[in-house]
């Protein structure tokens, strides 16, 4: 294979894949996907016990250009906040992704690279693949109507490697706030009931009934500080 492939290219890398036409951020085949390798994570908040993992970062930078050329207030992609909770023993883990654009024409998505052995499939929302003795299910439960495309990563741009699931909103607009919910079980298993939950205008979460159900609930809110930055709320 060709492993350097993933570190040479954005698309390969990122399942965040933002492209503003060369508003802001440079273009050619390396810079495709918009994530950079300049960019660094700021852990926000986290927890680890033996129930659950989570995590919530600020993964902004990575989709911003040079440190020594930008230019705050002309920043295409305005924030990207992802949170991940994965919960022990139970096969389980819930994404919460938040991402702004600076307009609501540019290209924005998920895209969730797969194992190239067996085709996914898709059935409404859900996208499942199974490789050996393992199934992985992906159920997107935000964006509500979403959009979803099976691609393939090309080597070279002309050689099939990994499957590229590609998530969208199917509505317009200039955020991506995306729930998913990742559950990987036996080859012959099926996905457990997964519910959203969306009683608080200020909260979104997963139940998810798994042998052991479990819940996750995250904030929505990211404030506008004024100054080109913004704070999720946790």
Not at 25 to 48: E, H, P
Not at 218 to 231: C, E, I, Q
């Amino acid at each position: 294979g060709n492993p350097e492939m993933f570190d040479a290219a954005a698309t390969y890398a990122t399942t965040l894949h933002f492209d503003d036409g060369g508003a802001y951020m440079y273009t050619g085949s390396r810079y495709i996907g918009g994530q950079a390798w300049w960019g660094s994570t700021q852990i926000l908040d986290s927890l680890a016990n033996a129930n659950i993992v989570y995590s919530l970062a600020d993964l902004t930078s990575a989709y911003d250009i040079r440190t020594d050329s930008r230019v705050p207030s002309n920043r295409t992609a305005r924030y990207f906040y992802r949170a991940v909770a994965h919960f022990g023993g139970t096969g389980t883990i819930v994404v919460w992704d938040r991402f702004k654009a600076k307009s609501s024409a540019y290209t924005k998505r998920l895209q969730w690279h797969l194992n190239p052995t067996n085709a996914p499939t898709v059935a409404g929302s859900v996208i499942s693949t199974v490789k050996g003795a393992s199934k992985l299910f992906i159920d997107t439960l935000l964006p509500a109507s979403p959009t979803i495309v099976t691609a393939r990563d090309l080597a070279n741009g002309t050689s099939p490697m990994t499957y590229n699931m590609q998530v969208a909103d199917s509505i317009s607009g200039t955020d991506l706030n995306a729930l998913t919910v990742l559950y990987a079980t036996a080859s012959g298993g099926s996905l457990p009931s997964t519910v959203l939950i969306t009683t608080d205008a200020n909260w979104v979460g997963a139940q998810v009934a798994t042998s052991v159900p479990v819940v996750a609930v995250f904030a929505k809110t990211v404030r506008d500080n004024g100054n080109n930055t913004y704070t999720p709320l946790t």
